[in-house]
């Protein structure tokens, strides 16, 4: 069994950066699939960034690209989601998200991954 536990959320100003990180631990994480999610109130959970495994190219949402960068620490056992040039509409529920099974064609799907963490809260102030 995969734990996910996302930390580093906070309240940052438009144009500001924020940093987040989803340690895992049960198991060793290098060759899942993994993604970062974030869902606004009243709003679906929507896709963010993904890498399928280490090494692989990262994947990401359209109105993240070039401003959010997601990584890997295996050491660590950690995923990061480095953003910058944050606007209000980043302001959401970040979660983070593993599987070991899942295709590329599917990573921006929520329902294709089995473990998940709690969450962390984003706030953008305009």
């Known amino acids: 069994q995969v734990v996910l536990v996302e930390s580093g959320g906070g309240t940052v100003q438009a144009g500001g950066s924020l940093s987040l990180a989803c340690a895992a631990s049960g198991r060793t994480v290098s060759r899942y699939a993994m993604a970062w999610f974030r869902q606004a109130p009243g709003q679906e959970r929507t896709f963010v960034a993904a890498?399928?495994?280490?090494?692989?190219?990262?994947t990401y949402a359209e109105s993240v690209k070039g401003r959010f960068t997601i990584s890997r620490d295996n050491a660590k056992n950690t995923v990061y989601l480095h953003m910058n040039s944050l606007k209000p509409e980043d302001t959401a529920v970040y979660y983070c998200?593993?599987?070991?099974?899942?295709?590329?064609?599917?990573?921006?799907?929520?329902?294709?991954?089995?473990?998940w963490g709690q969450g962390t809260q984003v706030t953008v102030s305009s």
């Open positions: 890498t399928k495994h280490t090494g692989a190219t990262p």
């Open positions: 998200a593993a599987d070991n099974s899942i295709i590329t064609s599917s990573l921006r799907q929520p329902n294709q991954y089995d473990h």
